[in-house]
C-alpha cells in the first residue's frame, strides 16, 4: 500500500467515524432504550435512532457538530508506516472535510480564522504511543464535539482529598455542565501525578470499549460505584431529568507523586464518534468497532 492508498483509507475511516456509531455504542443505547418506561422516555429514543439511521443511509454527519478528530496512534516500531503515517492523517482529514462533507472546526484562538478544512496548528490532534517489536499500527480517532468537551477538567488535588474529592469534582462538573453536553454521557477518568498525565489518561480511558471494567478489581468496583451513584444525579436524556445520565464509566491511573492526586475527565454526549482501525505491514486492515462496515 503505498501513501496515496494509505491516504484514501484513512479518509474513508474518518467518514465512517463520523456518520456510523460504533457496534458498542449502538447496543447500549438500544438497551437503555429497551429498559425505557415512559412514553417521553421511548419518544427521545425513537429520534435518536431515527437520526442515526439517516446518517447511516444517507453518509452524512450524525450531528452537526462534527467535532475536532483527535488519534491516537499506537504505533509499532517496525510498522512500515511509521514515516508517513502523519502526513497521510492530516490529509485525510482534509479530503473528508471536503467530501461528507464535514463542518469546518478548526479555528486559530487569536484571529478567529477558520482554515475550512479541519486541519490546522497541532490539528488533528495525533497522540502516539510506541509499541515495540509489533509492526501493526492501531489508530483510535474520537471526533470531539464542543458540548461534550466543555465538560473536561483537569485539576491537581491535595492527596488527603484522593477519591472523595474527585466524586465531588465529578458532581460538580456534571450538574454545572452535563446538561450541555447532550446526555446520557460516557466518562473517561484519569487519576495521575500531574495535571497533563491524568488528562492524557482521561482520554484514552474514555476510548475503552463500552462496558469493559478495568483488570483492576479495585478500579472496576470504583467504575461500577461511579456509575451508580452520578445516575442518581437524575440529569437525564438530554437534560430532561428522566432515563440514565451517565451510560458508561472507565477510569485508567498511574503511581502519583506523594504530595499530588491529579484528576482529569474527559466526556462525550450520546452521539460517540468513536473507531479503531488496525493496519498491517501488507496493508490490509480491519475495523474491529464497525464490524458490518465496508470502506475498501
Not at 127 to 151: N, Q, R, T, W
Not at 184 to 198: C, H, K
Not at 249 to 263: D, N
Amino acid at each position: 500500500m503505498n501513501e496515496q492508498e494509505l491516504t484514501r483509507i484513512l479518509s474513508r475511516f474518518v467518514a465512517l467515524v463520523s456518520t456510523r456509531l460504533p457496534d458498542d455504542v449502538i447496543e447500549i443505547l438500544r438497551s437503555a432504550a429497551a429498559s425505557a418506561d415512559d412514553l417521553e422516555q421511548k419518544q427521545l429514543f425513537r429520534i435518536m435512532f431515527d437520526n442515526l439511521e439517516r446518517a447511516r443511509l444517507e453518509k452524512i454527519p450524525i450531528c452537526q457538530d462534527t467535532g475536532t478528530p483527535y488519534f491516537h496512534v499506537r504505533l509499532g516500531a517496525n510498522s512500515p508506516f511509521m514515516n508517513c503515517i502523519e502526513r497521510c492523517l492530516r490529509k485525510a482529514v482534509e479530503i473528508a472535510t471536503s467530501e461528507i462533507p464535514l463542518r469546518p472546526n478548526a479555528v486559530d484562538p487569536f484571529t478567529g480564522r477558520n482554515t475550512g478544512t479541519n486541519v490546522g496548528k497541532n490539528i488533528p490532534w495525533i497522540d502516539y504511543e510506541l509499541v515495540p517489536d509489533s509492526d501493526k499500527l492501531e489508530i483510535f480517532l474520537h471526533m470531539a464535539g464542543g458540548g461534550s468537551s466543555l465538560v473536561g477538567r483537569s485539576l491537581v488535588l491535595k492527596p488527603l482529598e484522593r477519591i472523595e474529592g474527585m466524586s465531588e469534582i465529578l458532581i460538580d462538573t456534571l450538574i454545572n455542565n452535563g446538561i450541555n453536553a447532550c446526555p446520557p454521557l460516557f466518562l473517561g477518568i484519569g487519576i495521575g501525578a500531574t495535571m497533563e498525565i491524568s488528562a492524557i489518561l482521561a482520554k484514552r480511558a474514555l476510548l475503552k470499549p463500552v462496558g469493559e471494567r478495568s483488570e483492576d478489581p479495585r478500579i472496576a468496583e470504583l467504575e461500577e460505584i461511579l456509575l451508580e451513584d452520578l445516575n442518581r444525579l437524575a440529569i437525564g436524556i438530554q437534560g430532561m431529568g428522566f432515563g440514565k445520565s451517565i451510560l458508561d464509566i472507565h477510569i485508567e491511573y498511574s503511581a502519583r507523586h506523594p504530595t499530588t492526586f491529579a484528576v482529569g475527565i474527559s466526556a462525550n454526549c450520546w452521539v460517540f464518534r468513536r473507531g479503531v482501525l488496525v493496519l498491517y505491514p501488507n496493508g490490509e486492515f480491519e475495523i474491529p468497532t464497525h464490524k458490518e462496515a465496508d470502506i475498501s
